[in-house]
C-alpha cells in the first residue's frame, strides 16, 4: 500500500508539474467597465479530478473584476457587496414609496426624508446603480435619481391638489 502511496503522490507531481498550468499567460484586453487597459489572465484549475481551463480580468484603474473560475474570493466579495447595495437600495425605494403615498394623500412631507435618500445616492454609488434599475433611468448618476424623485413628487402633490379642487368644485 505504501508503494501505491508513492506512486499516486509521483503522479501527481508529474500533472502538477507538466500538465496543469496554474500560472497561465496573461495578457492586455480593454476593461469592460472603463475601456483602459486591463491584464487578462488564462490558466487551469483543477476542480473535481478535472481540468478546466480559466480567464480572470483585472483592472488596476477602475477596480474592475470578473471570471469564469468555479470558486473566487473576488466574485463572492462582489456578490456580496451587490447583494448588500440591492437590499440598500430596496429600503430606499421603500422609503421613498412612503413619501410619494403622504403626498397623495395630501400630507406634508419633512425635508428630513429627502435629505437622507440624497445623502444615501451620494456616498454609495451601488445603490444609485440598483434605483436606476428599479426606476429605468438612463443615466447612473446620484442627480439623475434625484431628479426622478423631485418629479415624482410634484406630480404626486399637483394630482392630489387637482383631485382635492376638482371634489370642492363638485360640491359648488
Known amino acids: 500500500m505504501n508503494n501505491t502511496m508513492m506512486i499516486q503522490e509521483t503522479h501527481n507531481a ?4 507538466y500538465v496543469l498550468d496554474t500560472n497561465g499567460f496573461t495578457s492586455e484586453e480593454p476593461c469592460s467597465c472603463c475601456g ?3 491584464v487578462r489572465r488564462e490558466f487551469d484549475e483543477l476542480l ?3 481540468i478546466n481551463s480559466v480567464y480572470s480580468l483585472d483592472c ?4 474592475h473584476h470578473e471570471c469564469d473560475q468555479e470558486f473566487c474570493s473576488k466574485c463572492e466579495a462582489n456578490m456580496e457587496e451587490n447583494e ?3 437590499l440598500k437600495a430596496c429600503h430606499y425605494a421603500g422609503l421613498f414609496e412612503d413619501i410619494e403615498q403622504k403626498l397623495r394623500n395630501g400630507k406634508a412631507v419633512t425635508g428630513v426624508y429627502l ?8 456616498s454609495d454609488p451601488e445603490v444609485v446603480s440598483w434605483l436606476c434599475t428599479f426606476y429605468l ?6 442627480q439623475t435619481v434625484v431628479h426622478w424623485w423631485k418629479k415624482t413628487m410634484l406630480d404626486a402633490r399637483f394630482n392630489a391638489r387637482l383631485e382635492a379642487r376638482i ?6
Do not use: S
Open 84 to 86: 448588500r447595495g440591492y
Open 60 to 63: 488596476t484603474h477602475c477596480g
Open 167 to 172: 371634489e370642492q368644485a363638485k360640491l359648488n
Open 14 to 17: 508529474l500533472v502538477l508539474e
Open 137 to 142: 433611468l438612463d443615466a447612473d448618476e446620484p
Open 48 to 50: 473535481g479530478g478535472c
Open 36 to 38: 483602459q487597459a486591463a
Open 115 to 122: 435629505t437622507e435618500l440624497k445623502q444615501a445616492l451620494h
